[in-house]
């Protein structure tokens, strides 16, 4: 069964730059299993950022990216902000025709 | 602008049959270019995906749910359906529904969710 891993948390200070990663069990990440990133704040639904590896979604500030940064796919929040302060998963899409989700990562902007 | 409602009971006894219902507006079910799905949030839990299904009624779902999960499409109502038999404690969660742009494989637009306990 394959497995995502995120840092369980993560902090950064307001106006700094972090990067969230999200690791695969199996194996090294590509494009090939198109990862996105999701935003949740607590009592709502998950929001979409970023598709595809790198695609912002309408209305994602600029200051959030995607990439694949070594063996991992990577989130960077570049100038965060304390509304940035929430929980991030990955998720992949596996060639079965499932998708996978991370275990999340809490970003604490301070 | 797309948008995704869930709908159904909020409580559901052990043993029995969960079912939801999405309401889609802004956009025709029949589009091309989505699949629907279905996502459960256990409480203060990650996210986990259950099913997916295009208009014409072709499917896929996750192998840990499969024989319990039945999701289904409605075009006359632009609604698609989730049903979760046997359902245990375990299966307490948010369920959400969502579009999925198919060739792009992620999960777009998300209704609100819709929180079902199982408890008796």
């Known amino acids: 069964q394959t497995v995502v891993t995120q840092e369980p948390s993560v902090s950064v200070s307001p106006g700094g730059t972090v990067t969230l990663t999200c690791g695969l069990s199996?194996?090294?990440?590509?494009?090939?299993?198109?990862p996105s990133w999701y935003q949740q704040n607590p009592g709502q639904a998950p929001r979409t950022l970023i598709s595809t590896t790198n695609t912002r979604s309408s209305g994602v500030p600029d200051r959030f990216s995607g990439s694949i940064l070594g063996n991992k796919a990577a989130l960077t929040i570049t100038g965060a902000q304390a509304d940035d302060e929430s929980v991030y998963y990955c998720a992949f899409f596996m060639p079965s025709i499932s998708w996978v989700f991370g275990g999340g990562t809490k970003l604490t902007v301070l | 602008q797309v948008e995704l409602q869930e709908s159904g009971p909020g409580l559901v006894k052990p043993s029995e049959t969960l079912s939801l219902t999405c309401s889609v507006s802004?956009?025709?079910?029949?589009?091309?270019?989505?699949?629907w799905g279905w996502i459960r949030q256990s409480p203060g839990k990650g996210l986990e995906w259950i099913a997916i299904i295009y208009y014409s009624g072709n499917t896929y779902h996750n192998p840990s749910l499969r024989s319990r999960v039945t999701i289904s499409v409605d075009t006359s109502k632009n609604q698609f359906s989730l049903r979760l038999t046997s359902v245990t404690a375990a299966d307490t969660a948010v369920y959400y529904c969502?579009?999925?742009?198919?060739?792009?494989?992620?999960?777009?637009?998300w209704g609100k969710g819709a929180t079902v306990t199982v408890s008796s």
């Open positions: 199996s194996g090294s990440v590509s494009t090939n299993y198109y």
């Open positions: 802004g956009v025709s079910i029949s589009s091309s270019i989505y699949y």
């Open positions: 969502a579009t999925i742009p198919w060739y792009y494989y992620y999960m777009g637009v």
